[in-house]
C-alpha cells in the first residue's frame, strides 16, 4: 500500500479507504466516492448516472433565489442540505447572473442563473434579508412578479427569515399561516394577512416558512423528510454532522431580556452595509 494510500486509510477509516483501493483496481469500471460506496450505488467514474445520464436530472430542480443584500446562511444553509437530495439539482438564481452581495457586503455568491432563464422549479427558496435587501426585495415588481409565476408551477415555494416578507409581498401568504424572523413577526402579522406562528418552520399548503438563518437548516431537512422520506432526510442530517450544541441557550427570542435583544438587533444594524 502506497504512503498516499496509508493516508487515506487514516482519514477515511479501513472500510472506505478498502473501497477506494478496490475503485483504483484495473477494470473497474466505477470509481467509489471518498466516503465508501454509497448508499444510492455506484457513479461512473465519469461523473454520469449508472445508466450513462447525465449527473441529476432525476430529482427535483431546486432555486435559490439571491438579490442583493441577501443573508448568506439563509442561502446556503439550506443549499448545504437540499444539494445531498439523490438526483437533486440546485442552482443559485439571481435577477442577472454573476456574483451577489451579501448583507455585510464581506461575501459574494454567485448566481448561475438568471430569473429571465427559470420559469419552472420543483422547489424555490427565497432568503431573509437586513433591512435594505428586504424592502429593496419587497418593491422590486419584476421580482416579485417572477416569484408569483415560478410558484403557480412549484411542487414547494419555501423562505428563510425575512424572505417570508417577500413571499406576502408577492400575495402568496394571504390568509395563511408562516413564521419569521422573531424581531419581524409584528411586521409580518400588521401589514399582511398572515398568522404568524412562533415556530422553527411552518408549513401551509406548499409553502413553508422557516424562521431566522439557522433555522433554515431545520426547514430544509424537514423539506428533504416530504420529498424523499424520513430516513433520507435523516442521513443527511448525520451526513453534515448537524448536532446542534450552542455554547449559549440564547437563540430563542422568548427568553431573552430587552436587552438583549437590542444588542443583537444593533449588531446585526452595524454589521450590514
Known amino acids: 500500500m ?8 487514516l482519514l477515511l ?34 461523473g454520469s448516472a449508472p445508466d450513462g445520464s447525465p449527473p441529476g436530472g432525476d430529482g427535483p430542480e431546486i432555486g435559490i433565489l ?26 443559485m438564481i439571481g435577477e442577472r447572473r454573476g456574483q451577489v452581495r451579501t448583507d455585510t457586503g464581506d461575501v ?7 430569473i429571465a432563464e427559470t420559469d419552472r ?15 429593496a426585495s419587497m418593491e422590486n415588481r419584476a421580482l416579485l412578479g417572477w416569484i408569483r409565476r415560478v410558484h403557480r408551477h412549484t411542487r414547494w415555494t419555501t423562505s428563510v ?42 408549513r401551509s399548503g406548499k409553502i413553508v416558512t422557516a424562521a431566522g438563518v439557522s433555522a433554515g437548516l431545520d426547514m430544509a431537512l424537514y423539506l428533504t423528510s416530504l420529498i ?15 448536532d446542534p450544541r450552542p455554547p449559549f441557550d440564547s437563540g430563542d ?9 437590542e444588542l443583537a438587533l444593533r449588531l446585526l444594524a452595524e454589521s450590514q452595509v
Request: proline residues 5%; glycine residues 10%.
Open 108 to 114: 459574494r455568491v454567485t448566481a448561475e442563473r438568471s
Open 228 to 242: 424523499a422520506g424520513d430516513t433520507t432526510a435523516q442521513a443527511i442530517q448525520l451526513a453534515v454532522e448537524y
Open 121 to 135: 422549479l420543483d422547489v424555490l427558496l427565497v432568503p431573509g434579508a437586513g433591512n435594505r435587501g428586504t424592502i
Open 161 to 202: 427569515c425575512t424572505g417570508s416578507l417577500i413571499l406576502a409581498a408577492a400575495g402568496l401568504l394571504d390568509g395563511r399561516r408562516a413564521t419569521t424572523y422573531w424581531a419581524s413577526a409584528d411586521y409580518l402579522r400588521t401589514h399582511f394577512d398572515v398568522t404568524v406562528v412562533p415556530e422553527r418552520f411552518v
Open 2 to 9: 502506497t504512503h498516499r494510500a496509508t493516508r487515506r486509510s
Open 13 to 46: 477509516g479501513g472500510a472506505a479507504a478498502a473501497a477506494l483501493t478496490a475503485a483504483s483496481l484495473p477494470g473497474s469500471a466505477y470509481a467509489e466516492t471518498p466516503y465508501g460506496p454509497g448508499v444510492y450505488g455506484r457513479t461512473p467514474s465519469d
Open 66 to 91: 439571491l438579490y442583493d443584500g441577501f443573508s448568506l446562511l439563509d442561502a446556503t444553509g439550506p443549499a448545504e442540505v437540499l444539494s445531498r437530495l439523490p438526483g437533486a439539482r440546485v442552482t
Open 253 to 261: 427570542a422568548t427568553k431573552a431580556d430587552r436587552e438583549l435583544k
